[in-house]
T-cell receptor, first 110, second 113 residues
Framework: GEDVEQSLFLSVREGDSSVINCTYTDSSSTYLYWYKQEPGAGLQLLTYIFSNMDMKQDQRLTVLLNKKDKHLSLRIADTQTGDSAIYFCAERANTDKLIFGTGTRLQVFP | EAQVTQNPRYLITVTGKKLTVTCSQNMNHEYMSWYRQDPGLGLRQIYYSMNVEVTDKGDVPEGYKVSRKEKRNFPLILESPSPNQTSLYFC????????????FGPGTRLTVT
């Protein structure tokens, strides 16, 4: 079945790069997404990548997709305290839904 | 302002007492969905709706009902809540389907004692 896995926690120093990883099982995934959840709020779409792409860059965000290994990563350059949040990976397979991962809580310390 | 609203934001109730969590969006979106968020389990879909009068089960539909009589509203109904339904609930909507950007409500924290 479809499954999306992430590590639960990541802690980085302000100014460093953060890399959040995600693995998925459905090889037919068409789009993969990163959503961000700030404390006390709902999720917001950060970025997405189409499955025929290897990389997408958007300002401080870089998404890498290794389709062979079914591995997705989100790199945040120059991480700031405002980046502290929970980050969810999600995949869109050939169904009428997104499958979300467990979420990675990113903590940025000064 | 384009948004998804949910009410109530917080609710403490007792086992068996029927409750409804409302969800409304003002963006004329076709697709709406309910999720629950639990520690270590991430976001799991309860029910979704592709259009008015069309609803389908998600991954964890047991103990929940929904309706979609109007495009803007998608209430979540718990006929007989139980403690294992204690969770954080999110409503979301998107223009056409779940692959479009989903807009999430602020969440409803439900405690069932």
């Amino acid at each position: 079945g479809e499954d999306v896995e992430q590590s639960l926690f990541l802690s980085v120093r302000e100014g460093d790069s953060s890399v959040i990883n995600c693995t998925y099982t459905d090889s037919s995934s068409t789009y993969l997404y990163w959503y961000k959840q700030e404390p006390g709020a709902g999720l917001q779409l950060l970025t997405y990548i189409f499955s025929n792409m290897d990389m997408k860059q958007d300002q401080r965000l870089t998404v890498l997709l290794n389709k062979k290994d079914k591995h997705l990563s989100l790199r945040i350059a120059d991480t700031q305290t405002g980046d502290s949040a929970i980050y969810f990976c999600a995949e869109r397979a050939n169904t009428d839904k997104l499958i979300f991962g467990t979420g990675t809580r990113l903590q940025v310390f000064p | 302002e384009a948004q998804v609203t949910q009410n109530p934001r917080y609710l403490i109730t007792v086992t068996g007492k029927k409750l409804t969590v409302t969800c409304s969006q003002n963006m004329n979106h076709e697709y709406m969905s309910w999720y629950r968020q639990d520690p270590g389990l991430g976001l799991r879909q309860i029910y979704y709706s592709m259009n008015v009068e069309v609803t389908d089960k998600g991954d964890v539909p047991e103990g929940y009902k929904v309706s979609r009589k109007e495009k803007r509203n998608f209430p979540l109904i718990l006929e007989s809540p139980s403690p294992n339904q204690t969770s954080l609930y999110f409503c979301a909507s998107s223009p056409q389907d779940p692959g479009d950007e989903q807009y999430f409500g602020p969440g409803t924290r439900l405690t069932v004692t």
